[in-house]
C-alpha cells in the first residue's frame, strides 16, 4: 500500500556536521514529494518539495532530489547549525484523494554546539 | 495574515471522559485536515472538510470522534469518552481551493489521557 518511510532517529550530530535523512516512498504513479519540519512549539513547516522526477527541492540549505528509480526522497543538509534541531518529516499529497498528505513517522535531529 | 491556530495547545483527562479540540483555519481556506500523531509514529490523517461539508473521513479511528465545520469556519474535533489510544497530538492544517494547495499547519493540540 501507499506508504513512506524513513530512518529512525534521534540523530544527533555536532554544529556543521553534515545531515543525512532517509526517506523512501510507496506509491501508485508519481507524487510530488514534500519534507516538513517542526521547530520545537510550532506547526509543521513545507521545508521543500519537488513535483516530478529528478527535480531538486531546496531551501535554508536543505536539499532534496527525487529519485524515481530508487523512490526515495533523501534529505541532505553540508553544515547544520543549532537551530536545525527539529523533527523532520517526509510525505507527498493524494491530489486524486483531496490532497490528504501520507506521512512518514518523523526524524527528530538534535544539533549540538 | 494569522496562520491556524488551535485551541488547547495541551489536555490532560482521564478516561471515559470528553474532550474537544478546536481548529481555526486560515481566512478563506476552503479545504481543512485533521492529523493525528501517536507516540512518535507516523502523522496520520484523519479527515477533510470542504467547506463545511465531510469531503474524506477515512482516517477516523471509530465513531468515539466526531468532527465538525460550522459555516465552513473553524471546526471541532470531539473524542467522547476518551480512552488511552487516543493520546496524541492532534494537527490542523489548512489549504486553499486553487493550486498549489499547500497546506498549513497549526502548532497541534497534545491530548493526554489517564
Known amino acids: 500500500g501507499d506508504s513512506v518511510t524513513q530512518m529512525e532517529g534521534p540523530v544527533t550530530l555536532s554544529e556543521e556536521a553534515f545531515l543525512t535523512i532517509n526517506c523512501t516512498y510507496t506509491a501508485t504513479g508519481y507524487p510530488s514529494l514534500f519534507w516538513y519540519v517542526q521547530y520545537p512549539g510550532e506547526g509543521l513547516q513545507l521545508l521543500l518539495k519537488a513535483t516530478k522526477a529528478d527535480d531538486k527541492g531546496s531551501n535554508k540549505g536543505f536539499e532534496a532530489t527525487y529519485r524515481k528509480e530508487t523512490t526515495s526522497f533523501h534529505l541532505e543538509k553540508g553544515s547544520v547549525q543549532v537551530s536545525d534541531s527539529a523533527v523532520y518529516f517526509c510525505a507527498y499529497p493524494f491530489y486524486n484523494q483531496g490532497g490528504k498528505l501520507i506521512f512518514g513517522q518523523g526524524t527528530e535531529l538534535s544539533v549540538k554546539p | 495574515e494569522a496562520g491556524v491556530t488551535q485551541f488547547p495547545s495541551h489536555s490532560v483527562i482521564e478516561k471515559g471522559q470528553t474532550v474537544t479540540l478546536r481548529c481555526d483555519p486560515i481566512s478563506g481556506h476552503d479545504n481543512l485536515y485533521w492529523y493525528r500523531r501517536v507516540m512518535g509514529k507516523e502523522i496520520k490523517f484523519l479527515l477533510h472538510?470542504?467547506?463545511?461539508?465531510?469531503?474524506?473521513e477515512s482516517g477516523m479511528p471509530n465513531n468515539r470522534f466526531l468532527a465538525e465545520r460550522t459555516g465552513g469556519t473553524y471546526s471541532t474535533l470531539k473524542v467522547q469518552p476518551a480512552e488511552l489510544e487516543d493520546s496524541g497530538v492532534y494537527f490542523c492544517a489548512s489549504s486553499q481551493a486553487a493550486p498549489p494547495y499547500e497546506q498549513y499547519f497549526g502548532p497541534g493540540t497534545r491530548l493526554t489521557v489517564t
Open positions: 472538510f470542504v467547506k463545511e461539508s465531510k469531503q474524506d
